[in-house]
């Protein structure tokens, strides 16, 4: 039973991915908190490559064979997929309705073979592996023409959803554009159309001479709290060079980006005593072109919680100013 | 320093409510789980009523003075506001942005005197009217013409957001209208233009000619888990009258309302071994009229983590399917 059904007053797609009937108590164990530093029990570990769906991307320095030990990086598929990669995308009305079967692709990156490193633990060089995994995988995954999108993002800590402790991150194929995805682009658009310019170039320029919400900056990339912030200690890593795909980086600006992403990860971890985080790579949609857009990368702290305003409204109340968020992420030394 | 800033891309406006630097240890303090039952403590309980803000309205069934004794519903000003009562609203950019003082109000309903009750425990009677104080600030806020929605809420348990145990809920006066009240407004409308039929009519006939999600029924509302649920076990209750304002609602509805709203928290507690959820009043704009709305209430258990994947996406994962549930939640018996 796993599928898309859309909200037909919002527009807004859900995946519903059920394939068993679940009683409540198995809803409880479901988001039960992650259990901590039992590598003995965890397949994401060096000697357990069996015990996940086979790998559809490794780093192995030393050479070695697939699915063997030797690696310093894995992609394998979802063993618990939220979407499903055989089929046809079909879709129907139920009366106001519409549903959709499940086809996508939900693949799991491990970053590091050692259970207690976190990626801010990470080198430049084994992050800047990362974000290349990443990148071959978005270019095998946009050949097959039923997608649309794909989403790469990381879940740390439990409450920022993580449900297995060793650190990954997540890449999805998506038979279609996200709503939030769409927002973006049009509000790009808006501003295109009317400044002929991108608002992204325009917005890093902005903080850059203004300085006070910047933290970090190198030849390719700047970080900064966004000004409007939703979150306690966001902070947007975005290229200074113009690009609405991720995946076209190049190998040199991908280290760059690593540099950018270890001093964001760092400074939060040690800021905030290693708190759960997300971060969501904002790209644009695999078909078409996107002028107007330009990737980047959103980290948001899940420091606070987000309660029934922010969810009935889309508003966000932020007990603090992004100025003095970054001024504090500014400060710490590493 | 409390006011709003507008995020240039998608229009979300977010509330910045810091007069005073925090540290770090600060945020976590904000942050950490609700203090319980420690009636002593709590200025929602009987006999601390000079510890509030002045009461702007109340109900005394024998009497009494304002801020004494006597109540058994009380609505205050919140302590610790997001938005301040005084001043006209001024905009004003800064480069590409938007920035405004935050003038609005923020009130809390102080649903019982009883600090070990839940508003699932209150009778018929005594939840209509904590509908009834809803319709009374409503109605008193909205002559200030600055105003232009109204949100009424709930976060009950600490991981759905509430800081304080005291059963409450929060209204919340702006002096602009909401972007998921836009959203909401702009979907509704293309249907209405499309079909000349309200989208929310059509639906709840189709949920009870289907009858897979629907919980319960009585002469006015209906409560149906809806198609596309973005949480387990989340409920609407709708009104099969159509209209587009909740605080229209008279009194032998807001009975009917009592009812309906009792019999899904009720549920949810039973079944759900008294869970954290939100519940947002999703009703039109003060100003202008919206014969293509119909106002409802949302409720979200909030037992399931949002992760990254939802936040990057406006997709949400959901573990089961809504007919389930609704299957769940007709069983319990009470």
């Not at 996200?178 to 295109?192: C, D, I, S, T, W």
Request: net charge negative; proline share 7%; aromatic share 12%.
């Amino acid at each position: 039973m796993t599928g898309f059904r859309r909200d037909p007053i919002v527009g807004r797609w859900v995946i519903v991915s059920a394939d068993e009937p679940m009683d409540v108590d198995q809803f409880y164990q479901l988001y039960s908190p992650v259990e901590k530093h039992h590598p003995e029990k965890c397949f994401f570990c060096i000697g357990r490559e069996l015990d996940t769906p086979p790998e559809v991307y490794a780093v192995r320095p030393n050479g070695g064979e697939a699915n063997g030990e030797g690696w310093v990086i894995r992609v394998v598929p979802n063993k618990f997929p939220a979407l499903v990669i055989e089929g046809e995308l079909e879709s129907r009305p139920i009366g106001l309705y519409d549903i959709s079967n499940g086809v996508g692709a939900h693949e799991v990156v491990i970053e590091t073979p050692d259970h207690f490193k976190t990626l801010a633990d990470l080198s430049f060089e084994e992050i800047c592996e990362v974000i290349k995994a990443y990148r071959v995988r978005i270019n095998d995954l946009q050949n097959d023409p039923r997608f649309q999108y794909i989403l790469v993002f990381k879940n740390f800590g439990a409450s920022a959803g993580a449900s297995i402790e060793h650190d990954h991150s997540q890449i999805i194929a998506l038979p279609l554009v996200p709503k939030n995805v769409k927002e973006e682009l049009e509000g790009a658009r808006g501003y295109f159309d009317y400044r002929e310019r991108c608002i992204f170039c325009d917005m890093w320029r902005q903080e850059r001479d203004e300085g006070v919400r910047v933290i970090y900056e190198n030849n390719d990339f700047i970080t900064f709290c966004p000004f409007s912030s939703r979150f306690p200690f966001e902070m947007w890593i975005m290229p200074k060079y113009h690009s609405s795909r991720f995946h076209e980086i190049t190998d040199e600006r991908a280290m760059e980006l690593a540099k950018a992403l270890k001093d964001a990860l760092i400074r939060l971890k040690l800021l905030l005593h290693n708190p759960p985080y997300n971060f969501v790579v904002h790209s644009s949609p695999l078909r078409g072109t996107y002028e107007h857009y330009h990737w980047h990368i959103e980290i948001m702290p899940r420091i606070s919680r987000v309660a029934g305003f922010e969810w009935g409204s889309g508003f966000y109340i932020v007990p603090t100013t992004p100025e003095l968020c970054a001024e504090r992420l500014r400060k710490v030394i590493w």
